[in-house]
């Protein structure tokens, strides 16, 4: 069993009762042979009569406490270990947060993208300091955290946006006590995020900006394809910090871009090397006659250190 606890509670609880469980074991094997199973060694005749005494007298002995600590394992495997500990990836994440020196694990991080044409924002919101916003995205980032020391109103980590095209790049409030941002620029914003967590406690914590656009370029990169066009956008997680990462999953949101069908190409993830591997996303697309929304999702279960995770979105012209 992986847990240390069990192997631990055996060997106690054998220790306890392996003396009187061998005497009864001893008993047994008297009343059904009619003869003692093995008597301690009178210490007489030659020397190879006495060591045959002595292995046969060890022998036993040792076969009896293997054959109770065997019972002692799966007893309390079958009673209660199967039925209260369960193999999870968040116990294999702060195994290797604690064997990292972590002060934190992420079991799981939510991105959700919430992007919207000029339709979709309200009419008094179409300028920002002087300039029109033709396209705008809220990014608002959740993460499940989990705590491998104790936080007293202080710095859990740096947060950092950058939006490489945007007009503005504007900090909402997250969940958290947030620190200034340390170099404000148009785009990019990078802030401290202060919690208070006990060890092994358990938060989500959520951070939140604009990126505000006049237009996009027509050309642009995600990862190794070039691609053209205005009526699209793009978003990177990158793993650059050795953070030991669950689950990441992208939800793009829009009420205004009617977003097509993704392509193969559209969510990618790649390796400490470089290497790209696609990733399939899922577009729901609602037509309500309430609220009418598309939703663009896709999830991999695990960003490990050097490993990047992007997402493109597209909609109709």
Excluded at 59 to 74: H, K, S
Excluded at 146 to 154: G, I, K, P, T, Y
Excluded at 166 to 172: C, F, G, L, Y
Excluded at 284 to 293: D, E, I, K, Q, T
Aim: aromatic share 12%; glycine share 6%; proline share 5%.
């Amino acid at each position: 069993m992986e847990d240390t606890l069990q192997p631990i509670l055996v060997i106690l609880i054998g220790g306890l009762f392996a003396p009187i469980l061998t005497q009864l074991l001893e008993k047994l094997y008297e009343a059904i042979t009619g003869k003692p199973p093995a008597d301690k060694p009178i210490i007489v005749g030659d020397k190879k009569t006495k060591r045959q005494k002595w292995l046969k007298f060890f022998g036993i002995a040792a076969i009896i406490q293997l054959l109770l600590l065997t019972m002692f394992f799966f007893l309390s495997k079958w009673t209660y270990f199967d039925a209260n500990y369960y193999r999870t990836s968040e116990r294999e994440l702060i195994r290797d947060g604690l064997k990292k020196h972590k002060e934190y694990i992420i079991p799981k991080i939510t991105i959700r993208i919430y992007a919207e044409s000029r339709k979709g924002v309200p009419i008094e919101d179409t300028n920002c300091t002087g300039k029109k916003i033709n396209y705008c995205t809220l990014i608002s980032t959740s993460y499940e955290i989990v705590a491998l020391q104790d936080f007293n109103a202080e710095k859990l980590f740096e947060e950092y946006y950058e939006a490489l095209y945007a007009t503005n790049v504007i900090k909402e409030p997250g969940s958290e006590n947030e620190g200034p941002d340390k170099d404000p620029q148009k785009t990019y914003c990078k802030y401290d995020l202060m919690t208070t967590m006990k060890k092994f406690e358990r938060k989500t914590v959520t951070t939140r900006v604009d990126y505000l656009y006049d237009s996009l370029p027509e050309k642009r990169d995600f990862f190794k394809t070039s691609y053209t066009g205005k009526n699209f956008d793009m978003f990177y997680y990158p793993n650059n910090e050795d953070d030991v990462i669950g689950e990441v999953e992208f939800q793009i949101i829009s009420r205004s871009l009617d977003l097509t069908t993704p392509d193969q190409n559209d969510v990618i993830v790649t390796d400490a090397n470089g290497k790209e591997t696609p990733i399939v996303p899922k577009l729901v697309l609602g037509n309500g006659s309430c609220m009418h929304f598309n939703i663009l999702t896709a999830t991999i279960p695990r960003l490990k250190n050097r490993e990047s995770f992007g997402i493109r979105w597209v909609w109709s012209k």
